[in-house]
């Protein structure tokens, strides 16, 4: 039977880009077949995995220039139920699309707050007087060009290819190393891995952040990344987001998270896997 | 003379607002004359203060329920010649409005997206089906209802007036604690304060960060705040925005800041100053 993954849509997202090829590798490597489900917003995709209505989400959660991905963290504090299963980190290519004939008469660009702050430089070199227009994604950017054949949409080419719009420029972003980090997450936690991911909470904010972070200094484990939120209690009350380079069947890191259960408020778990090699992103080829 | 603040336009922003209050203050303490001045983006605003077209610059920093503004952060790790001056808390409290007479006609509704999120709840209680289009500031949102006059929008009662948009419901935020920090900055240095902000990035990220926290938890300097932001040169290298409740002139505070500054790649000091008191900010009854 097929793996449905939902996904943020429509067609043609970054997001769609990622289910692809966890699909085609789940393809590949297991002859197991998969259904795409987008969704019309992160909250969504995950949400869908809670019900049950899908099998697994693939959702962004970090980008290499904007940071995080706010809705994902928040809404994952929330769901406590989903696992991460794997991870894998896409190369982001931005490219300049319309109807238009030159970039010279294009007046309005409509994308993704995130894809225009992406491309701020080039924007200001070649359109400084553009109206950016922001849209809920870069797919629906382009789908604004429907109704208005002189704007320009900032989005990925094979979405330009999928929507039938010229590409006019390619790549456009300001920074070339741009990839975004996604999360592949089920209801079933993956076996272990070489990545473990933690969110919890302190009783008080100052100075609490240090005893978590020497627990795992004094084992020797890498801590790859920190991320703050809002409780949304109050300003200056918040949740903590780690990312060890751990594997949580090992006896050490038992201990180190045992040891952090009594120096947290609430501490969740929220999966140990393994990051998808780039070979098999490369190999998707989209 | 009076001084020239900068801030996000256009006029009815939280931002503009959040300048009147420090204007008000300023004419109150010290018979100071202030001259708002709007800038279309939060970078333009920085900037403004940077190449010396105005004297200050009200930024928002971190919203209770959103987070940081991460526009911010990152123009101020780029433009280190500003200093804060001081903190200010202003309560953010949103309405709906419309030339609509029910709430139950409108089919679509315009805002700033971190407004639609604040009100996600309330528009899946009361609007499921409607239309969400983000725009630029929650006073361009209001801006849309000239050409739209079905349509709502979601900004302050403040904006409401300034625009003469009836309001049909008030207050529409899920959280009632709703507030948001703003940061007044200029190019010369406060002489000290309750509060002192720091930037800095670190030379290779695991266990790095626990040496930098080590020395404020020994110094016995309450950190208020961590956020961390990518470097966007790689993804998983990272910069570090740290609040600590600390004052400057202090000699155990300048010890562990000079010692903090051997075991960090780049240290920026971005000010020392104290946080506007609740009642000024409640007197300007905006």
Not at 77 to 100: C, E, G, N, T, Y
Not at 112 to 131: G, I, T
Not at 189 to 217: E, N, R
Not at 225 to 232: F, G, L, W
Request: with cysteine; hydrophobic share 40%; net charge negative.
């Amino acid at each position: 039977m097929a793996v449905s993954i939902a996904h943020l849509g429509p067609s043609g997202t970054y997001a769609e880009a990622a289910a692809l090829v966890y699909s085609n590798w789940l393809a590949q490597s297991f002859q197991q077949e998969a259904l795409l489900c987008p969704y019309p917003s992160i909250a969504q995709t995950l949400n869908a995995v809670a019900l049950q209505q899908a099998d697994l989400a693939v959702v962004p959660i970090e980008n290499s220039i904007e940071g995080s991905v706010t809705m994902t963290l928040d809404t994952l504090w929330i769901l406590d139920k989903l696992q991460i299963q794997r991870a894998l980190i896409l190369p982001i290519s931005h490219a300049l699309m319309s109807h238009a004939t030159r970039i010279e008469s294009i007046q309005t660009i409509y994308s993704h707050p995130q894809a225009l702050a992406q491309c701020q430089a080039w924007l200001e070199r070649h359109r400084p007087n553009a109206q950016l227009i922001p849209t809920n994604s870069t797919t629906e950017a382009l789908q604004q060009l429907e109704h208005d054949r002189q704007a320009g949409a900032i989005s990925s080419q094979r979405a330009a290819l999928l929507y039938k719009v010229p590409i006019l420029a390619h790549p456009i972003n300001d920074h070339p190393d741009n990839c975004t980090r996604f999360w592949v997450l089920g209801l079933q936690s993956s076996p272990g891995g070489t990545h473990a991911s933690l969110a919890f909470s302190v009783h008080d904010m100052p100075g609490a952040l240090v005893k978590p972070l020497d627990i795992f200094a004094q084992q020797g484990i890498n801590l790859s990344r920190i991320e703050s939120r809002p409780t949304k209690r109050s300003l200056g009350d918040y949740l903590f987001f780690i990312d060890l380079e751990a594997d949580t069947r090992q006896s050490f890191v038992q201990s180190a998270l045992e040891e952090l259960r009594h120096h947290t408020d609430t501490l969740k778990v929220l999966g140990c896997y393994d990051i998808l090699p780039k070979r098999i992103v490369d190999l998707a080829n989209l």
